[in-house]
């Protein structure tokens, strides 16, 4: 049974650049939710995605984007990178009406130079 | 809005010593969840337990137990007789009701480092 899964586990780009992360998220999940976590931070809510649209959203710039797609899965985009974007961005997964516990995935660590 | 508060950044004990991690939150709702996360070095934030606002019955869980006061908005979380291999950051979180905890907001997290 595949818990969640993020590509890639390492990034580093230029400021100004984009960005897209991928999640797969556990099996038999249908919701995704994105996070960024700064070093030495809690974890910030970005947002969730549930039915390919986005559901919920934190307080993040209109340059941090979603998509998920019909099996599940996620992506994460961040256009017109900046120096303070350099976080783990970890993906959660869930069973939208279940009332489980989010799983959440390794995380991808954006490095921005 | 809410917050959560872990006040202690940073905790060092040595193997088999009790620790209690403390996790202060506000919110104005009446009903939400509460939660403990451990992260280890490889980065996956790790459930250990949900709580809602109406289940204020401690929980024991082996070496784990949990002490939820709503009086002092405070659940704390201690390890009884700790091991190395509880050396990790845990994040107390905080979520509404609605969100049926999906949504969640959380502390700044603590550094546990058990020494053999």
């Known amino acids: 049974d595949a818990g969640v899964t993020q590509s890639p586990t390492h990034l580093i780009k230029t400021r100004g650049q984009q960005v897209t992360l991928r999640c797969s998220p556990k099996?038999?999940?249908?919701?995704v939710s994105w996070y960024q976590q700064a070093l030495g931070q809690g974890p910030q809510f970005i947002f969730q995605?549930?039915?390919?649209?986005?559901?919920q959203r934190g307080n993040f710039p209109d340059r941090f984007s979603g998509h998920q797609y019909p099996n599940y899965s996620s992506e994460l985009n961040v256009n017109a990178l900046l120096l303070g974007d350099s976080a783990l961005y970890l993906c959660?997964?869930?069973?939208?009406?279940?009332?489980?516990?989010?799983?959440f995935g390794n995380g991808t660590r954006l490095t921005v130079t | 809005a809410q917050k959560v508060t872990q006040a202690q950044t940073e905790i060092s004990v040595v193997e088999k010593e009790d620790v209690t991690l403390d996790c202060v939150y506000e919110?104005?709702?009446?009903?939400?969840?509460l939660f403990w996360y451990k992260q280890p070095p490889s980065g996956e934030l790790v459930f250990l337990i949900r709580?809602?606002?109406?289940?204020?019955q401690n929980e024991i869980s082996g070496r784990y137990s949990w002490n939820f006061q709503k009086s002092t908005s405070s659940f704390n979380f201690t390890i009884t007789a700790s091991q190395v291999v509880d050396s990790a950051v845990y994040f107390c979180?905080?979520?509404?009701?609605?969100?049926?905890?999906?949504?969640?907001?959380f502390g700044g997290g603590t550094r546990l480092m058990v020494k053999p």
């Open positions: 099996s038999g999940h249908d919701t």
């Open positions: 709580r809602n606002s109406f289940d204020e």
């Open positions: 919110t104005r709702d009446t009903t939400y969840y």
């Open positions: 959660a997964s869930s069973l939208a009406g279940s009332n489980s516990p989010l799983h």
């Open positions: 995605y549930y039915e390919e649209e986005e559901r």
């Open positions: 979180a905080l979520s509404e009701d609605k969100n049926a905890g999906n949504m969640l907001t």
